[in-house]
């Protein structure tokens, strides 16, 4: 983009002109002002190098715009030397503080960047590129302390000594790369005045018939020519590129044209300029076709913009007829956004270094909200890095791709990146078994979610069952067997990033056989139900509730010590203290069925108390008889065994007709 050189700096180029070796600062003057910043640069660093550094004005002149160019090219530490040596010898505009401070952040140096961002806000206090600066500073810390689940590689089999950038996937299957170089095999033999390198032309990658990327190869077509091209998009459908044309001049300046491409057979047609605007000095560039068909997006430095490069978007069928239409200040900034990707009607992917961010082009998402407005978010690292990270392209509606990014690169060079968000996979597993762990045959778990889900699972022959469940998404799961009682359980899946298991168990009781309600306590020689009794209790109540069709008979136990009436009076005490708790609760009085037996029933052991206590064996029943033939202490455990409180399904009929 063409920049106007401040009236200061003319007067003092104009010095220059009169006092010192005038032709190679012209030189310097003129590449600047056609843009071939690389060329502009060199002459501009042998001059600076040759200035009296008593002209303390003028070398700080030279220096400023020496960095300008440097920093156009990506040269970022020759660029920082240039504006540091423009501070230094105090040259008039503020601005070398906020380039200063912009390629710090560039380096990574973020403490030293926020010094020159602050420098610079004591001349410029409402500077919002600065106060953006700032915050993107502080970001990055945190940023690359927790970065998030992308995973970033860089494409070495596609990448050359040279640069490569902006590379877009098309094709049914997303097995067509394009992408932008100026490799040994681009077009042409000389160098750009603007980049140092050769001009760029397309390339293409392939997928081979096992899904693996081929060498890239250049496109043989009229597109390329021995100018640059690049930053393409197509169409839905891939009859149509639309892409990025630069034609150079050395006679006067030339910006960026976008142009337009169509498919004959396997090959593209000489491109044809898309005539967005009448004005031919106006930058319009980085082209991206909405999926839809409907918009055509780009960069352009326009009048009407909020600062350097906006983004704005044009109807297909209105261009030239309509001005385009900035996609304002929530995209936009007094930075520069380019390199548009849109993937689907409220989702724009873009690169910015005006939005808060970690150094050099960021890459952002943004959503289209309910309002119209844009919610803009840094996609932070491991996609983004102190560097330039710009020109993403998505596999459809698949969470990985391509982007280009200079990270890692002395030169600057950019290169193709591949990017993939890992799949998040949640569960839910368990058993489905009854209270003596046994396998229940034929046990279903009903699964129904705040998703729509409503699924029948049938368990393993192990007893055992998995599903896969989604994150944000409630689930009520009912366990079932035929003879035994439903059990309902809750599963909420969190929303979060990382992969979990989650584990959900059933034991259902039997319709058939007694089942010991576990953790029931009384005082000591009264039937008062003790605190702790109220989670087994409420879980009789949820149990009760989830089969409201059975009867049940409550017995309360007693062990061997005390007189049978005795015992008879304060079991049924018990089983009518539990009886009235269930009712309290909200169970019908007549299902429930309070009986004491006293010391009568005493225990017999099943398949679980066995492998527990290793004195007793499966089947044995705790008479008086036996438990006398036991040490104390294992008579005061078989006694406890028998103070028990069970309950035994009487009808599964209740209000059935």
Known sequence: MKRAIPAIMLLLLMFCLFSCKTAKLSDAVEKQELG???????????VYAKTSVKKR?????????????????????RALTGYQNAIRYEYADSTALLYSAMM???????????KQYEAFLEKNPTSALAKNGITGCDSAVVWKQNPTRYIVKRMDKMNSRQGEFSPMLTGENYDQLYFTSSRKEATGEEKSGITGNKNNDFFLVKKDEKGAWLPPAKIESEINTEFDEGCCS???????????????????????????????????????????????????????????????YFVSDMPGGY????????????????????????????????????????????????????????????????????LVENMKAPMNSSADDFGITFAGKEEMGFFSSNRNDARGSDHIYSFELPGTYFFVEGWVIDRD?????????????????????????????RYQVKPGTKYVMLGTAQGYLNQKRRLDVPNQETSETFYV?????????????????????????????????????????????????????????????YNQNLSQRRAQSVVDYLIR????????????????????????????????????????????????????IADQINRRTEFKVLRTNYRLF
């Open 307 to 374: 600062g350097g490069k906006d983004i704005w978007r044009i109807a297909l069928d209105k261009i030239g007829v309509f001005y385009p239409e900035n996609l304002g200040p929530d995209i936009n900034t007094p930075g520069d956004e380019m390199f548009p990707y849109v993937r689907n009607d409220s989702t724009l992917y873009f690169s910015s270094n005006g939005h808060p961010g970690m150094g050099g082009l960021d890459l952002f998402k943004a959503s289209l909200q309910k309002n119209g407005s844009w």
């Open 585 to 636: 609760g909200g169970i019908e009085k007549e299902r429930l069925v309070p009986v004491g037996y006293g010391k009568t029933q005493p225990k017999t052991i099943g398949k679980n108390m066995a492998k527990k206590y290793e004195f007793l064996t499966e089947g044995q029943i705790l008479t008086e008889s036996f438990i006398l033939t036991l040490t104390p202490e294992h008579q005061e």
């Open 234 to 296: 197509f169409t839905a459908d891939g009859s149509t590129m639309y892409y990025t044309y630069c034609a150079s001049d050395q006679t006067a300046y030339r910006t960026a044209e976008i142009y337009k491409s169509a498919r004959s057979g396997a090959q593209w047609n000489k491109g044809q300029k898309v005539e967005i605007l009448k004005d031919t000095t106006t930058m319009c560039a980085h082209p991206a076709v909405s999926p839809d068909g409907e918009y055509l």
């Open 36 to 46: 071939e910043y690389y060329d502009a640069a060199q002459v501009y660093r042998k």
């Open 57 to 77: 004005p003028l070398r700080g002149v030279i220096a400023f715009n020496m960095a300008d160019c440097y920093r156009k090219v990506n040269q970022t530490q």
């Open 104 to 114: 710090l952040h560039e380096l990574g140096r973020y403490s030293a960047a926020i």
């Open 505 to 565: 168990d059933f034991d259902l009781a039997s319709i058939s056989k007694p089942v010991l309600i576990e953790n029931i306590f009384y005082d000591f020689d009264k039937a008062t139900l003790r605190p702790e009794s109220k989670t087994a209790l409420d879980e009789m109540i949820e149990l009760l509730n989830d089969n409201p069709n059975i009867t049940i008979e409550l017995s309360a136990h007693t062990d061997r010590k005390g007189s049978d009436a």
């Open 437 to 465: 762990d046994e396998v229940i045959d034929n046990a279903v778990v009903r699964i129904v979610g705040t998703d729509g889900t409503n699924e029948k699972i049938v368990a393993r022959k192990d007893g055992t069952y």
